[in-house]
């Protein structure tokens, strides 16, 4: 399972959540998509609960889910290393979510650079250069420097420079305009 964030700028929390199940329909009507929470900037929360424990309690806010949507990030940025996740994560915890953007952009670039140092005696050797993990850095690193260069609210992809799916990136921004505030965020679990 994993999560899917979206950044609205519906205060009405079931105008946003269906603004996300919209956006869900676009990629595919079969994947099932479900909601987990809404919450809006006035604090107002809408739940899923299925009789079960309730999912994430501990987001009350924008911010915490915010901050979530930035650990989804991290867990797909560095899927294949939990090692470096962790070390990351424990680097920009401290940090104001609104730095982490720079903070992970410049890891990134030194990440790719690494991985691309490696690329050229394997060609030379013809040893495969299929590499996942520069993959998913090099993704990452565009996505956040679009968000970056049209004054996003990252980790939200507004744009996409890539053609963004739910299995490559966890965060959208489903704002009309990057001008508007954002005043909801929808979380969604998708079954890949």
């Not at 650079?113 to 394997?122: E, F, H, R, S, V």
């Not at 260069?149 to 053609?163: C, L, N, Q, R």
Request: with cysteine; proline share 5%; hydrophobic share 40%.
């Amino acid at each position: 399972m994993s999560y899917l964030y979206f950044l609205t700028s519906i205060r009405k929390l079931d105008d946003a959540i269906r603004e996300a199940y919209n956006k869900c329909e676009e990629w595919s009507r079969n994947i099932p998509y479900d909601l987990i929470l809404a919450v809006n900037d006035n604090g107002e929360r809408e739940l899923q609960t299925d009789g079960e424990d309730e999912p994430l309690p501990s987001v009350k806010t924008m911010e915490e889910a915010h901050r979530l949507a930035w650990e989804e990030t991290l867990r797909c940025t560095f899927y294949w290393d939990t090692n470096l996740r962790n070390a990351v994560k424990k680097e920009l915890e401290d940090e104001p979510l609104e730095k982490w953007s720079r903070k992970l952009i410049i890891k990134l670039i030194d990440l790719v650079q690494d991985a691309y140092g490696d690329l050229l005696p394997k060609l030379l050797t013809g040893e495969s250069v299929v590499n996942r993990a520069r993959i998913d850095y090099v993704l990452a690193l565009e996505v956040l420097l679009d968000i970056q260069a049209t004054k996003g609210v990252a980790p939200f992809a507004y744009t996409e420079p890539f053609p963004l799916k739910p299995y490559n990136w966890p965060c959208y921004d489903l704002r009309y305009s990057l001008r508007e505030k954002g005043r909801s965020i929808v979380i969604m679990e998708i079954d890949l």
